[in-house]
Structures are given as structure tokens and as C-alpha cells.
């Protein structure tokens, strides 16, 4: 296989560890632990796997251990860094013991059910290291939690003598390497398993977990490319750039570009929520801020628009779930497409069909397309961009004939997903992945199961960064999923009283108003600690360095 010049030197990179991860290593047990919320009822759904200690690990003395062999999964959507967990993972069991071996699952938790695997040799590990992408094994979205799924993944972990298994994913899939967790350990299995949080959207995060990885290669991926569209911006000087990012549910990217980039406008969806501000209310504000500008002589801008934003706004959040209980009714499932407006409209409630003949037609089109494997729409599906800037022309028309509006508007619109994914990590997920590999390995050695793996303290330089585990359970609180409540980690959304809110809400009005763009230019990986090393300005804020 050809490689790049970056590739072929960004191979030769060596991971820095925490101080408690280098040489020999001892665990230090802390004080039991509890669920964030329904302790009564996590405890009897996981009574093997709660209320075990926080784990961390500090230098300790030489001990020998026996070879074991061990499983891995990449579970869910890409995330730079992937690659060097199971790096981490593999040079962490081959420390301990050189016989020790590690299977890598094919394409996700699909392999384990369906016994599809490859031996993880150092040929294979090498090729990957420092890399982004999955592709070393591939992932995929198949949900671990049916008897007859842990059933087929026992046998094929007995045959190859496998001591536990590593699911690297985000809060879905780490849910249910808890569930595993425990149908092993009731059945006294002998399998352990363990998490590794995992996931762009920076949603998998808590007092233990302070970031999960990939959420930091991602964003700089992102702010490059908005720090360039910015650049053309100022340069051409005619046009309002709306950029979707991705994030599902949470807004942590869009707010990390904002404070990265300081565009003129970035939506927040949880604000939105909490404030309970309709489409029109949003809609208004970019009007005002566009309106200012040209008053200022300015007829460019840039605006930042989360994925999920569509599912935050209550009044479309409402008719949404409309949507689904009709497109999920037989006579909904069998409406002819070119029939499909008119017999919509026939049965919404009023004020959900106020709000759907509100929207553009394409945009109302594409709230009921195809649904996900969980009834949902698909919110990257919808280009929330181009609802929003044909929305922002219309109330300027409509304000240019009431004379309040007499400068230029012209749009472009973009949407920055998959460009992030699967980038070559950054120093920081490059480490802290690794970290978290190696991290995982220990864990393993010391007959934990139904733990994550951790590394805190990261905005300090990697050797005083903190590894350990925390317990899935402790993550744990009770939602109603598809009807019925389920035990699930609890995510994270933006905190409007958290720091990075509070920073980019003190500077959002001048920035809307003048142009007050950075350009944070590409990833760097050799040069000054500095400009290669730096965390996320949300992980600097949160701890307030």
C-alpha cells in the first residue's frame, strides 16, 4: 500500500503515556460507587457489576502474568484515534506478556454474534498506528443485547480462549458492553469486558470521563476548513456561509468551532430548548445580525448550525413525533411519495400542520423520509443550513419592502460531517487514545469487567495525566427508549452554566457584529508543544486553564 509522506513520518510517532501507565503498575482502589440517578433500579438490573470502586493506576512493583488473549470491537461511527486504542491495547497485553493475543471482531459487534475475526498480528498493529479510520476492522451498528447475541459471541470467545472483550464506542454501544458485562459475569462466564468512550460528538462525558476521544481531531478538522470558508468570506466580501456540523443531539462541535473560530453567528441547540424559541425566533436573529452588518457596509458573514438543532426547537420537535406515529402507521408506511404532502396534512394536528405549510416544501419533504432502525428521523438527512438561509431571505424581503433592510444577501451552504471522522489524529487523541488502549489492558490484567477506561487530568502534559476505570454502572440512569425504560448512560449536553457556554455567550454579540474571525489553519503534529499539544478550548475552560 502507497503512503504519504505524513503517514510514513506520522508512523514513526511514539504516543506519550501517563507517568502511571510507564513500567510497572499497581491499581489504587477508591471508595464504592453509585448510579448518577435510579440506584435502586440500576442495582437490580446489574446487581454483579454495581458498586464497584473507581480504578487508577500508579507505578508499582514487577509482577508476572500468564499469556491471555483478548477481543476487540470498533462499535458505532468513525472517530480519529480508534486506530491507537487498539495499538495501545495490543502493545499493552505484549508487555505484560508476549504470548498474550489480541482478536480484532469484523465490522463491528456483528463479528462477535456472527464469529467473524482476524488475528491482530504486529505486521497488522504497525500499519496502523497513528492513523485514523477504522478500517483496520471495520465497524458496525449492530446493538449487543439479546441472550442469543451473547450466547453466539461465548462460543466463539471459548474457542479462542479470548480472557475478555473491548468495546471501543460511544454511550449506546459502552450501554451495552455493561449489559454483556453482567449477562458474563451472572453466568460466572469467566469473560470480562471493557469500554472505551468513543464518539466526534464530545456527548460521552461526565466527572469522569473529561472528554471522549476523537471529539478533539474532529473539531480541529472542522475550525481548519470554517477558519478558510471565514478567510473567503472577508476576501470576497458577498456571501453568508451556513455550515451544518455534525452532532446528533449534543452542540458541544458547534460551540468548540465557535470558540476555535468566532464566526458571526453559531446556534446552540440546547438554548434553543431552554429558551423555547420557535423556528421563526432563530430565524429573526441571523436576520439581525446579517441586517446589522450591511448597515455596516459588510454583506458576508458566517453561521454555524448544529445537526440536531431541527429535533431541539419544540414546536418542531412536536411535530416530528407526530411524523413518526403517522409514517409508522400501516396506511403511513403505504402512502404513494407524490401522494404523501397532501395526506400528511390531513391529519396533523393543527398546530403541528401550522408548522409544517410553514417550512419550504423540500425541507418539509425531507422530515419524512426513510426513518432510522430506531423510528427516528434522520436529522443529517436535512438540511437545516438551507432551511434556515431560505428562511433568513424571506424575512429580508419581507423587510426590505417595510424599509428596514436595504443591503445584499446571498448564500452558500456546506455541511462538514464525515470530513472529520476519520482524520489523522491529532497529538492529543493520538495520546490519549493510546493511553486509553494501554489503560484497557490493565484492567484486563487485574480481572476487572464491566469498567471504561479512563484518562483524566489531560489539559496537564501527558506523563501527569491520570489513567484508570470507572464502572459502566456509575455512568447509568433510566430512559425511556422505544417505549420502555431502559437502563442507559446518561449523555451529555451543552451546559448553558458551564464555562465554554458562558465564554462564547460573553463575546457572541461582537462577534455577530464585527468581523472578528480567527483562522486556526491545519493540524500540526511536529513543532512547538504549544501549537501540536494543545487539548480543545472547551477541555481548557472546563478546567479552567
Known sequence: MEKSALQIARAAYQPKLPKGLQGNVSVKEGAPTQSVADQEEIKKLFPNTYGMPLIEFVPGEAKTYAPFNVGVILSGGQAPGGHNVICGLFDGIKRLNPESKLYGFILGPGGLVDHNYMELTADIIDQYRNTGGFDMIGSGRTKLEKEDQFEKGLEIIKELGIKAVVIIGGDDSNTNACVLAEYYAAKKCGVQVIGCPKTIDGDLKNDQIETSFGFDTACKTYSEVIGNIQ????????????????????????????????????????????????????????????????????????????????????????????????????????????????????????????????????????????????????????????????????????????????????????????????????????????????????????????????????????????????????????????????????????????????????????????????YPGPIQYFGPSEVCDQPTKTLQLEQAK
Not at 473560530?261 to 445580525?289: F, G, H, M, R, W
Not at 448550525?305 to 409508522?328: C, Q, R, S, T
Not at 495520546?431 to 480481572?447: H, K
Not at 442507559?488 to 448553558?496: D, E, P, Q, S
Open 231 to 518: 478567510r473567503d468570506a472577508n476576501s470576497a466580501r458577498k456571501y453568508w456561509h451556513f455550515i451544518k456540523l455534525m452532532g446528533r443531539s449534543a452542540s458541544h462541535i458547534a460551540l468548540e468551532c465557535a470558540l476555535q473560530c468566532q464566526p458571526n453567528v453559531c446556534i446552540v441547540s440546547e438554548e434553543v430548548e431552554a429558551k423555547n424559541q420557535t423556528l421563526d425566533d432563530i430565524v429573526t436573529y441571523i436576520a439581525q445580525a446579517v441586517a446589522n452588518r450591511a448597515a455596516d457596509g459588510n454583506h458576508f458573514g458566517v453561521v454555524l448550525v448544529p445537526e440536531g438543532l431541527i429535533e431541539f426547537i419544540p414546536a418542531m420537535k412536536a411535530l416530528i413525533a407526530e411524523l413518526n406515529d403517522l409514517l409508522a402507521t400501516p396506511e403511513g408506511a403505504a402512502v404513494a411519495k407524490d401522494e404523501q404532502r397532501e395526506w400528511i396534512l390531513g391529519k396533523l394536528s393543527a398546530a403541528n400542520k401550522a408548522v409544517y405549510e410553514s417550512l419550504p416544501v423540500g425541507v418539509a419533504a425531507q422530515l419524512t423520509m426513510e426513518r432510522d432502525p430506531h423510528g427516528n428521523v434522520q436529522v443529517s438527512l436535512i438540511e437545516t443550513e438551507k432551511l434556515l438561509s431560505e428562511m433568513v431571505a424571506t424575512k429580508l424581503e419581507q423587510w426590505k419592502k417595510e424599509g428596514k433592510f436595504s443591503g445584499k444577501f446571498a448564500a452558500l451552504h456546506h455541511f462538514f460531517g464525515y470530513e472529520g471522522r476519520c482524520a489523522a489524529p491529532s497529538n492529543y487523541d493520538a495520546d490519549y487514545c493510546y493511553a486509553l488502549g494501554t489503560s484497557a489492558a490493565m484492567l484486563i490484567a487485574n480481572d476487572k469487567t464491566g469498567y471504561m477506561a479512563i484518562v483524566k487530568n489531560t489539559t496537564a502534559p501527558a506523563a501527569e495525566w491520570v489513567a484508570g476505570g470507572v464502572p459502566i454502572t456509575m455512568m447509568m440512569n433510566m430512559e425511556k427508549r422505544n417505549g420502555e425504560m431502559k437502563p442507559v448512560i446518561k449523555k451529555a449536553l451543552v451546559r448553558l452554566d458551564g464555562a465554554p457556554f458562558k465564554e462564547f455567550a460573553a463575546h457572541r454579540d461582537q462577534w455577530a457584529r464585527e468581523t472578528c474571525f480567527v
